[in-house]
């Protein structure tokens, strides 16, 4: 089975950990940005979607290409974020990416950390209401990082192994 990477990227983080990941994965695999991706079945693939959390939601680029996967793709999300890993920001992005792809067959989800630039946390930090994640974005630092990859990577190989 074919693995085809997608990503969308705003900081860099998401397409790191997909360039990463598709990397060390072996077998027959593709890495497309959103914005580059051709639209197609994708029969015999396990998609692979990675998206960084903007503004408390699913980007924006990556909402619009995961409401028009084609029935029955098989998938994989991955969320990058600053915050960590178990919020409930997280777990909220994921259920809008769930209802995103009620289509298809979502076999499984990574989350991981991303790094905030500091320009980012200090125009943040001065707003009127800076978001609740941006105290726990300090422990993004250096994120993703080989652990990241390796959980996203061991996911995909999972399931892989199950088609």
Known sequence: MKTVFVYS??????????????????????????TEVPLHEFADT??????PIMAGRVEPRAARFLANLPEKTRLVLFVTHGSKRDTSLVAQ??????????????????TSQG??????LDKLAKSSRPPSWLKEAVTAQGHPDFEDVS???????SCLLCA
Do not use: P
Request: proline content about 0%; hydrophobic content about 50%; glycine content about 6%.
């Open 46 to 51: 396990l998609v692979v979607v990675g998206f």
């Open 9 to 34: 990227t705003r900081s860099g983080n998401t397409k790191k950990l997909a360039e990463d990941a598709c990397q060390i994965l072996e077998g027959e695999k593709a890495l497309f940005s959103v």
């Open 151 to 157: 959980r996203l990577v061991t996911l995909i190989k």
């Open 115 to 120: 790094e905030v630039s500091s320009r980012v």
């Open 93 to 110: 992005v994921i259920a809008q990416a769930e209802a995103l792809v009620s289509q298809v067959d979502l076999v499984g989800y990574c």
